[in-house]
C-alpha cells in the first residue's frame, strides 16, 4: 500500500518525522496484530507491505495517517490535509506478486534516482531484512526470507541477490526469475 503527500507535497521534512511514522507503524502492531514484510518511507509518500490478521486495513491506515498528519501539522505548525486522498492498497496475490512487491519498495529510492543501491538508503527495510540493522519489532522478516531457503544466512544472500538482480544496470533482461518459479524454456538455455 501506499500513501502521498497532498500534492505531491513532503510528508516527511527530517528524520524526526520518519522516526514517528516507524513508530506509529509499531504501534499498530502493537494494537492490532498488524505484520510489516518491508516498508520505504521516501520524502513525499511511503510504501508497506503489511499482514493484517484482522480485515482492518482501513481503520488502521486511517489511524496511521491520522494520527501522523495531525503530530506533523503540529510539530511544523501547518493546517489542513497532509495526504492527497485516501491510502492506496490491494491484495497480494501468491508468493511471486510478493516478492516483486518487496522487491519494488526497497528499491523505490534507487528508480527515484536517490541512492544507488537499497543498501544506502536508510529508511526502508533492505538492511533490517539483510541484517545490516537492528530489526524493529514490526518488522516480520521471516516469511519473506522463508521464500528464499530455511536457512537464514543463505536466505539473506539470496534475497539480497534478488534484489539486485533488478537494478537498473544489472538488468539484462526485462524479466528477472522469481525464486521457486520456473524460468521460461529460453531463460533456461541462459
Known amino acids: ?32 496484530g498488524w505484520r510489516c514484510h518491508a516498508y520505504c518511507l521516501m520524502t513525499n509518500h511511503y510504501h508497506l507491505l503489511v499482514e493484517t490478521p ?56 534507487v528508480r527515484a534516482g536517490l541512492r544507488a543501491g537499497p543498501h544506502l538508503w536508510r529508511w526502508s527495510s533492505y538492511e533490517e531484512t539483510t541484517g545490516g540493522r537492528d530489526r524493529p519489532g514490526f518488522l516480520a522478516t521471516e516469511y519473506l526470507l522463508s521464500l528464499f531457503s530455511s536457512n537464514e544466512p543463505r536466505a539473506v544472500d539470496l534475497y539480497a541477490e534478488f534484489v539486485a538482480a533488478a537494478l537498473p544496470a544489472r538488468r539484462s533482461s526485462g524479466r528477472v526469475p522469481v525464486p521457486g518459479t520456473r524460468a521460461r524454456p529460453e531463460e533456461a538455455r541462459r
Open 54 to 109: 484482522r480485515a482492518d486495513i482501513s481503520a488502521g491506515m486511517h489511524r496511521l495517517n491520522g494520527v501522523y498528519a495531525k503530530w506533523f501539522n503540529w510539530r511544523h505548525g501547518y493546517e489542513g490535509h497532509l495526504f492527497e486522498r485516501r491510502f492506496r492498497a490491494f491484495l497480494v496475490e501468491g508468493d511471486a506478486q510478493f516478492l516483486e512487491i518487496a522487491r519494488y519498495i526497497v528499491l523505490n529510492p
Open 1 to 32: 500500500m501506499t500513501s502521498r503527500g497532498n500534492r505531491k507535497g513532503e510528508i516527511f521534512t527530517d528524520v524526526r518525522d520518519r522516526v514517528r511514522l516507524l513508530q506509529l507503524l509499531g504501534r499498530n502492531h502493537e494494537l492490532l
